[in-house]
């Protein structure tokens, strides 16, 4: 079929019409706007709030196992967070998911150990777990935007876009990530009872990590680690506000932070050592 | 015109035919069952009983073509914005934005609720793949 200019023109014209009309039949689908008005939602009334949420970890206050464990079972059974263990009864490394742990001080503050330091401090264990950095490289890699910073300085993640790409995990310093291998359910403290029904599992191929407890700051609560903490063990607060108690101690007395020096600006202060009362 | 070795090609077509008509023929003049989605679970009649009708966040018909819509908008609204609480544009009342503490709340009957409409359309929502479910007794297979 040959076609002269001015027939080509009409159809050109004519199917780019119909083609920007198609794009904005598109434009105009519900399924394709946010079409919650600013004025619909709002916080909780109740919700604690900050500049710059930040904790105090003091290591002198945690005097026997046990206040370790009720750390860690409180933030873990809060969370549902899969327990894999090994026949043995070994925790199996290998698809480990934690958010809260101990670690070693040369594995928490590498660099700083040295060869005359208190044994007691050298096999002290420390509790670690998500910095929240001010700066935090697992957002900067991530590509799916699924891990993102909270305008009061939590590092949250959104498991509904999480691709499973552990490009956070690899970029982090602390390790405070953890990838889920296989379906979480299928760990033995959660295959035949969820110990928190209000709060989601998470599913095989997600990566996961502290929140500093979000869904309980936007109901009044303070973070379930802090609350299981010995007293003054675990301090959680506003940074930016003089009056509260971490930005007190931050300022008043000699904190550590975990790799400060790689510019993540980690929002866990540590107290190292020292009597009871340092 | 000739057609050669017409007996088998004939046999193969009908055989053919039985086969890919198979769904067809199989289900003809059957009534599906529509997809009756319960709305009794004891908190909805509760409800009922004190306020004279039953209500969802929105019209029920709004609910029913844009549920999904809505719940996606109130994730990204909770996961990135922190906001917890949605006005009801119809009713003007404040329901917590949660899909487990709050949709569930009411609709405690996933399989007789969700369910009913989803394995009807086959759609397979991964909603609980993390979020967890309300308990529901097993009912006994009839």
Known sequence: ?278 | MKLYDGGKILIGLAVFLAFALFPFYNNFGKVNAKPEPKTDTPTILEFEKQNGKKECVEPKEFMRAEHMVLINNWRDSVVRDYNRGYTSNASHKRFNMSLQNGCMACHSNKKKFCDECHNYLAVKPFCWDCHIAPEEKEEAKS
């Open chain 1, 1 to 278: 079929m040959s076609m002269d200019r001015r027939q080509f023109l009409k159809i050109a014209g004519i199917s780019s019409i119909l083609g920007f009309g198609a794009s904005a039949a598109n434009a105009t689908h519900p399924m394709w706007v946010n079409d919650l008005s600013p004025q619909q939602v709002d916080k909780n009334k109740e919700a604690l709030v900050a500049k710059r949420w930040a904790m105090v970890v003091d290591m002198s206050k945690f005097k026997t196992e046990d206040d370790f464990k009720k750390v860690f079972d409180a933030c873990h059974l809060t969370h549902n967070v899969p327990d894999f263990r090994k026949e043995d009864g070994s925790v199996d490394k290998k698809r480990e998911v934690k958010w809260i742990w101990k670690a070693a001080y040369e594995r928490t503050f590498p660099g700083q150990e040295n060869k005359y330091m208190s044994e007691h401090i050298k096999d002290m264990p420390f509790i670690v777990a998500c910095n929240h950095c001010d700066n935090p490289p697992c957002v900067r890699v991530c590509p799916t935007k699924a891990t993102y910073k909270l305008p009061d300085g939590i590092t949250m993640q959104d498991m509904h876009r999480c691709i499973g790409c552990r490009f956070c995990m690899a970029a982090c310093p602390y390790g405070a990530r953890s990838f889920n291998w296989v379906d979480p359910r299928t760990a033995q403290n959660l295959k035949t009872k969820l110990p928190n029904r209000e709060y989601p599992t998470r599913t095989k191929g997600v990566v996961e990590k502290c929140t500093f407890c979000t869904e309980r700051l936007a109901v009044g609560k303070m973070p379930a680690c802090v609350d299981a903490a010995p007293k003054g063990g675990l301090l959680f607060g506003d940074l930016e506000d003089p009056n509260s108690e971490v930005r007190q101690i931050v300022t008043s007395k000699l904190t550590i932070r975990r790799k400060s020096e790689l510019g993540t600006g980690p929002a866990m202060y540590y107290i190292v050592g020292g009597s009871d009362h340092a």
